[in-house]
């Protein structure tokens, strides 16, 4: 699916989901579905995919984390996502803050290393492009224009203990890398501007890969 469309494919599944359809991601194929882990838990997870709860509000550095990157599994697409996840126990919850963060054109910088040997080296970061089934590069800073509606593997997430039945959830994308070789990898994710009105706002920094186009 192109990525254009498919950030307007995954709000719509978002609405699909309050009806009782299925929710923006893959199906499961070939998962093993471990009980969900606690916040303090996935906190400490240190291998693709993983969250960390992170602060909306202020400008400055949101994340710096260090993580093993494994193979995609089957069914999953060689594109690693980074995104805010948000959830709530209804669907009909999710979509005012959803339209909220992609509207508000969040402006951030970006950067992703991967360990080789004894010294770092940068990997390109893309971003939705303007047209339909394009992507562009990040410049030399990073930077990030806001966020779109997007989706990720759903099986790798379940398989980790990163999602709950009953709770809904909204990926919107910051960046991606194309075909990341599995290492050891390092990311920065900095927010330049204040933004008050998101206060208190629990979400979470998603890394996960794609789900492949069916």
């Not at 339909?132 to 203990?161: I, K, Q």
């Not at 050891?184 to 996960?208: C, N, Q, S």
Request: charge should be neutral; hydrophobic fraction near 45%.
């Amino acid at each position: 699916m192109p990525a254009f469309a498919l950030q307007y494919f995954c709000r719509f599944a978002l609405v699909a989901a309050m009806t009782g359809l299925a929710a923006c991601g893959a199906a499961p194929e070939q998962s093993n579905p471990a009980p969900p882990i606690s916040r303090e838990a996935a906190a400490k997870r240190t291998v693709v995919p993983l969250t960390r709860s992170v602060a909306l509000d202020k400008a400055g550095t949101i994340a710096d984390l260090e993580f093993d990157l494994p193979p995609p599994r089957l069914g999953a697409s060689p594109l690693l996502k980074v995104a805010i996840r948000l959830q709530a126990d209804e669907g009909a919850a999710l979509l005012e803050p959803s339209d909220q963060l992609v509207e508000a054109k969040l402006s951030a910088r970006a950067t992703l290393h991967a360990l080789n040997g004894s010294s770092w080296a940068r990997i390109p970061l893309y971003r939705n492009g303007p047209r339909p089934g394009t992507d562009v590069p990040l410049d030399a800073d990073g930077h990030v224009a806001g966020v779109t509606w997007s989706g990720v593997d759903e099986s790798m997430l379940r398989d980790a203990g990163l999602m709950r039945d009953g709770k809904y959830y909204s990926v919107l994308l910051l960046a991606e890398a194309h075909h990341p070789a599995p290492g050891h990898y390092r990311l920065t994710l900095e927010l330049l501007e204040d933004h008050p009105h998101f206060k208190g706002r629990t979400v979470e920094l998603l890394l996960a890969y794609a789900s492949k186009a069916k």
